[in-house]
């Protein structure tokens, strides 16, 4: 089968952990360890968050005296994504001998006309106090917003249209490489007045972008990995339950948060929604178990799933 793998970031950096290197190549040989499993069975492509990554590049960009202007966003989103793929690949091959992983820098295409541009909501980079957000915002022309007691710079975050390498991915694919792609929801692009791609300043959603990214490539599954083991309806009240099965229209009936788990089940829903196949939130140490229909909150058109039997795998080798 063809399985597009979204993980979330705290598989190379959990919450409270400094973003030092060495730190996060043992999360990601922890990661890999949980994903070998599916990538010794199946055909499958890794894309991952950058959030942490790309927020301490942004201030050692931002710090530089040597720079007349920060590197822009579009530029730091192709940098992580080279830095992250090249410990995934390198952890992949370690674990799995003989396999061929390709890890690639992404482009996303997104529309010049997306009102996500005109409303700025998503946060990046360091948290600030009121006077210095202000200031900042002043001297580089930044949109900053209140994020609970503190303050943060937010961009643009348009919705993903298409992966512009999807064709070459899906090559790689065919020619049995485990693919490393679309980190960080990939780098956001548009095309100009003369049809030429060009970077602007946004953050894509990589749920969403693995969405895409899984129903163009033709995928039998979509397995959104994070920090949770399913997804919970009334989370955080006296009335918390899990939810171990699920249809896109009863989840679209429940009230998620917009910054955490509301993008992971967009994603999920959006994607059985148009193709009918499956789609999973769940603990990334259960990859394999969500797979078996053992684990995480399952999405099928019908609500049902009994594992891998259910699925109609359309790809070979």
């Given at each position: 089968?063809?399985?597009?793998?979204?993980?979330?970031?705290?598989?190379?950096?959990?919450?409270?952990?400094?973003?030092?290197?060495?730190?996060?190549?043992?999360?990601?040989?922890?990661?890999?360890?949980?994903?070998?499993?599916?990538?010794?069975?199946?055909?499958?492509?890794?894309?991952?968050?950058?959030?942490?990554?790309?927020?301490?590049?942004?201030?050692?960009?931002?710090?530089?005296?040597?720079l007349t202007t920060p590197y822009p966003f579009d530029v730091l989103g192709a940098q992580t994504q080279g830095m992250i793929g090249y410990w995934l690949l390198q952890?992949?091959?370690?674990?799995?001998?003989?396999?061929?992983?390709?890890?690639?820098?992404?482009?996303?295409?997104?529309?010049?006309?997306?009102?996500?541009?005109?409303?700025?909501?998503?946060?990046?980079?360091?948290?600030?106090?009121?006077?210095?957000?202000?200031?900042?915002?002043?001297?580089?022309?930044?949109?900053?917003?209140?994020?609970?007691?503190?303050?943060?710079?937010?961009?643009?975050?348009?919705?993903?249209?298409r992966v512009v390498e999807t064709r070459l991915i899906r090559q790689l694919l065919n020619l049995g490489a485990i693919v490393v792609c679309a980190g960080g929801g990939g780098v956001p692009v548009i095309r100009n007045e003369d049809g030429h791609l060009e970077g602007v300043?946004?953050?894509?959603?990589?749920?969403?972008?693995?969405?895409?990214?899984?129903?163009?490539?033709?995928?039998?599954?979509?397995?959104?990995?994070?920090?949770?083991?399913?997804?919970?309806?009334?989370?955080?009240?006296?009335?918390?339950?899990?939810?171990?099965?699920?249809?896109?229209?009863?989840?679209?009936?429940?009230?998620?948060?917009?910054?955490?788990?509301?993008?992971?089940?967009?994603?999920?829903?959006?994607?059985?929604?148009?193709?009918?196949?499956?789609?999973?939130?769940?603990?990334?140490?259960?990859?394999?178990?969500?797979?078996?229909?053992?684990?995480?909150?399952?999405?099928?058109?019908?609500?049902?799933?009994?594992?891998?039997?259910?699925?109609?795998?359309?790809?070979?080798?």
């Amino acid at each position: 089968m063809r399985i597009v793998v979204a993980l979330g970031g705290n598989a190379l950096l959990e919450r409270g952990q400094k973003p030092d290197a060495e730190v996060q190549e043992a999360n990601v040989d922890r990661a890999v360890k949980a994903l070998a499993p599916l990538a010794e069975k199946h055909q499958l492509v890794i894309t991952h968050g950058n959030g942490p990554q790309v927020g301490v590049l942004a201030l050692q960009s931002a710090s530089d005296p040597n720079l007349t202007t920060p590197y822009p966003f579009d530029v730091l989103g192709a940098q992580t994504q080279g830095m992250i793929g090249y410990w995934l690949l390198q952890s992949l091959q370690n674990a799995i001998p003989g396999s061929q992983v390709a890890a690639i820098v992404n482009q996303t295409l997104v529309e010049a006309s997306d009102p996500a541009f005109d409303n700025p909501t998503k946060f990046v980079g360091e948290v600030y106090d009121e006077e210095t957000a202000k200031r900042l915002a002043a001297e580089r022309g930044w949109v900053v917003k209140p994020d609970g007691q503190h303050w943060r710079r937010v961009v643009g975050s348009p919705v993903p249209r298409r992966v512009v390498e999807t064709r070459l991915i899906r090559q790689l694919l065919n020619l049995g490489a485990i693919v490393v792609c679309a980190g960080g929801g990939g780098v956001p692009v548009i095309r100009n007045e003369d049809g030429h791609l060009e970077g602007v300043e946004a953050v894509v959603d990589k749920d969403m972008t693995a969405s895409v990214l899984a129903e163009t490539l033709e995928a039998d599954a979509l397995l959104v990995l994070t920090d949770v083991p399913q997804v919970v309806r009334g989370f955080g009240t006296p009335d918390a339950e899990p939810i171990p099965r699920a249809t896109p229209a009863a989840l679209r009936r429940e009230d998620f948060p917009a910054g955490s788990m509301g993008p992971k089940v967009e994603a999920v829903c959006r994607f059985v929604e148009l193709t009918g196949d499956m789609a999973a939130i769940g603990r990334l140490e259960d990859a394999l178990a969500i797979l078996e229909g053992k684990a995480g909150t399952i999405v099928t058109p019908g609500g049902d799933y009994g594992g891998p039997g259910d699925l109609s795998p359309r790809h070979e080798g």
